[in-house]
């Protein structure tokens, strides 16, 4: 129990006054705050991923002793590889084949998915309703005989896309023209730039398998810890003693030839009609090459041998003879010369 008394300042203005002024504006202060910090109602799923970035609302919450990300209504994802994976708050799943981009939208029970690009598949039992929204067509899963659903939605940038009915069927419906289709249950089909006129079948290109290593991990699994440092030391002494392993050599390059195309630069002249056209023949095709090196056979050669006779050996008399100087021979010239010399001789 609160006890005012009755005072005045300097001017004579009751306190009294000033208090009760201030209790409103404390009240308001209160309803303020609480307003800034709803409930969170508007849980989507924990999403995890290899290569993930998510931006908006979210919250981390702790599920079997691990920490994951809880997206919120409006939270924005990006895929840039490999796949993630949403586990929605009312149960089923949805797989995410990246690169892909989208935003999650949550009212009530309903669940949009505005897909920006990528692929989406999509595993519901009955709840939420889930519809998955592209800049033209709007997707939704419909159950046959309340059984599950599963579906395959998927948008590249260049506005193709396919949409696969594995488990119940599917509508299809224009968000400008308001125009419908429903695909049937194991249905494959695909169309271009959102116009149902270019609806035909897939023929199997819209695929998204899950991987097995984004399944749920059970509540008795370690998932990780940090080394101890006994640990360190082990693995420490296990690489010193590993063997090195050899590096295997590159295997050599084989050289290519590489062809070069030079030709004379264009122009063009506004003031003529007629632009004019180059000659062909200042063309020039360059080719280059790397000169091989002489080439080395290494190998034998089969085959019979050639056997060489050798030339006998001379004797020694013939070795005498071919040394001793031939007599020179008896010319014209010789005779004259002995004549007049036996006749300039005395006779003894």
């Known amino acids: 129990m609160f006890e005012m008394k009755r005072t005045t300042g300097r001017r004579g203005v009751p306190l009294i006054f000033l208090v009760a002024v201030s209790l409103p504006g404390f009240a308001l202060q209160r309803s303020t705050a609480a307003a800034d910090n709803p ?17 908006g609302p979210m ?8 920490v994951k990300t809880v997206l919120r209504s409006g939270s924005d994802v990006h895929v840039k590889a490999g796949q993630a994976r949403i586990d929605l708050i009312e149960g089923g799943h949805i797989a995410i084949c990246g690169p892909a981009h989208f935003s999650v939208l949550k009212s009530g029970g309903s669940l949009t998915v505005a897909l ?17 929204y592209t800049p033209q067509i709007q997707v939704r899963p419909i159950s046959i005989g309340n059984g599950s659903m ?15 009915a594995t488990k119940g069927a599917v ?6 023209t ?29 695929f998204c398998e899950e991987q097995q290593s984004l399944a749920p991990v059970s509540s008795g699994t370690e998932v990780s810890a940090l080394a101890s440092t006994e640990e360190l030391k082990r ?8 063997p090195a392993v050899a590096e295997s050599p590159a295997p050599p390059e084989k050289p290519e030839p590489v062809y070069q195309v030079f030709m004379p630069p264009l122009h063009f002249d506004a003031a003529k009609k007629v632009p004019e056209e180059f000659d062909p023949q200042l063309i020039v095709l360059v080719r280059r090459v790397r000169v091989r090196p002489t080439l080395i056979f290494q190998g034998k050669v089969e085959g019979d041998a050639v ?20 007599p020179a021979e008896d010319t014209t010239w010789n005779r004259v010369r002995n004549y007049v010399r036996k006749l300039w001789t005395p006779s003894s």
Do not use: Y
């Open 39 to 55: 409930p969170i109602t508007d849980k989507v799923g924990a999403i995890e991923g290899d290569a993930i970035s998510v931006e």
């Open 59 to 66: 919250s981390v919450d702790v599920v079997h002793g691990q």
């Open 116 to 132: 920006d690009t990528g692929t989406i598949h999509i595993f519901l039992q009955s709840e939420p309703a889930l519809t998955v």
């Open 150 to 164: 599963e579906t395959i939605v998927g948008l590249d940038a260049a506005g193709a896309m396919c949409i696969r």
């Open 171 to 176: 509508r299809i419906e224009q968000q400008l």
């Open 178 to 206: 308001g125009q419908s289709m429903l695909v049937p249950q194991n249905g494959d089909v695909s169309l271009t730039n959102g116009q149902l006129e270019t609806l035909q079948a897939s023929g199997g290109r819209c």
């Open 235 to 242: 693995r420490a002494a296990e690489k010193k003693t590993a």
């Open 307 to 326: 056997v060489a006779q050798a030339a006998p050996a001379a004797s020694e008399a013939q070795k005498t003879a071919a040394a001793k100087p031939k």
